[in-house]
């Protein structure tokens, strides 16, 4: 569905938001995902047992709001056609479809990072690797991101400065620990006369941040095949809008995502 505005797809940043769900894989993931299906969107989404909830903020603002072949526009009931009141079931029927793979996509892209994180500790830091206290933290954030995941509805908990939030949590965790013994060993051998390997060192601490993320995206790799097996229901979805006939309040045609061909 043509739209007049398009931003970084919001509302597939709810399957991405499954990839999200790592805070330091989020971004990646959904680069990844957006450039795959090409999917762009202004709308936040939220899921319930009755309703799928559609939410744009940029103006106009606007409302949508989906339950069983129903359809309701900024909170009022739109009369549908016969046929339309189908798709717009079937709309309904595969975003519900979509959550569940993406939850898990988002499940294994916590795992994978976590992971890339405790590699790139023992790469860095064989020391602070080994150190209980980074190893606690990383379980107890995987464990969070896992609950946050499984309990999420909407696409809110996952955008701006909450994903951001997220992410800093995940850093702290682990860059005061790693850069800081990095920063010892740094002190020492500046004090043996070796300047070089001081200067080194704190060169791979001030790159630690960037190093982490650079071993996250070659770890998430392996999820592109996943992502690319997500794009056939986005594009069902852009079809099926495409073909709702009946016009919404204002005289507007339903237009909640675009996916490119």
Same mark, same amino acid.
């Given at each position: ?10 509302l !597939? ?29 202004d709308?936040?989404? $939220?899921?319930?047992?009755? $309703? ?10 606007q ?25 717009i079931?079937?709309?309904?029927a ?29 790469? $860095?830091s ?60 740094? !002190? ?57 006939? $009946? ?10 995502l675009?996916?490119?061909?």
């Amino acid at each position: 569905a043509a739209a007049d505005r398009r931003h970084a797809g919001d509302l !597939m940043r709810y399957p991405l938001a499954a990839l999200l769900f790592c805070a330091l894989a989020a971004p990646v993931l959904g680069a990844d995902l957006e450039a795959a299906c090409r999917v762009r969107s202004d709308y936040d989404i $939220t899921v319930s047992a009755e $309703t799928v909830l559609f939410e744009r903020s940029a103006t106009p603002a606007q409302s949508v709001e989906m339950s069983r072949g129903n359809l309701k526009a900024n909170g009022k009931p739109v009369a549908l056609r016969v046929k339309d009141r189908g798709r717009i079931s079937a709309f309904e029927a595969t975003v519900r479809g979509l959550i569940p793979r993406v939850k898990a996509l988002a499940q294994r892209a916590v795992e994978m990072s976590i992971a890339a994180i405790r590699e790139e500790a023992a790469s $860095t830091s064989p020391k602070s690797a080994a150190d209980p206290q980074l190893n606690q933290r990383l379980d107890a954030r995987a464990k969070d991101l896992r609950m946050r995941i499984a309990n999420s509805t909407t696409s809110k908990d996952w955008r701006g400065a909450t994903l951001n939030r997220y992410t800093a949590e995940v850093l702290s965790d682990v860059l005061p620990l790693v850069g800081g013994d990095l920063a010892r060993q740094a !002190m020492e051998v500046a004090l043996r006369g070796d300047l070089a390997a001081a200067g080194a060192l704190a060169n791979r601490a001030t790159g630690l941040r960037a190093s982490l993320e650079a071993r996250i995206r070659s770890r998430l790799e392996v999820l592109r095949p996943e992502l690319d097996k997500l794009c056939p229901a986005l594009r069902r979805l852009d079809a099926l809008e495409s073909a709702v006939g $009946t016009a919404l309040p204002g005289g507007a045609r339903l237009d909640l995502l675009e996916v490119g061909r």
